[in-house]
């Protein structure tokens, strides 16, 4: 099972901050949630974790790579 890891993610649309140094990691084998209120920054840390938008610096990895790097079968990786 792989791990997922968020590292001081930041994303900004214009003057606007989506995410602001998000860092986490999610084990295999663990329920997690993420939770927080509407603008929080939970659909833009999935969406740049699957490679739907681009970090305005940080990392979103699988294992150590980037969801986006993985060319033979991405979609064993998530589901």
Known sequence: MPTLSFHQ????YGPVRALDGF?????P???TAFLGA???????SM???LGLSEPTSGAATIDGRRYAD?????????G
Do not use: F
Not at 9 to 12: A, D, R
Not at 23 to 27: F, I, K, N, P, R
Not at 38 to 44: D, L, S
């Open 23 to 27: 860092t986490a990691s999610v084990l």
């Open 38 to 44: 509407n603008g929080a920054g939970k659909t833009t």
């Open 9 to 12: 993610l930041e994303k900004h």
């Open 29 to 31: 084998g663990r329920i």
């Open 47 to 49: 969406r740049i974790m």
């Open 70 to 78: 993985d060319q033979q079968h991405p979609l064993r990786m998530v």
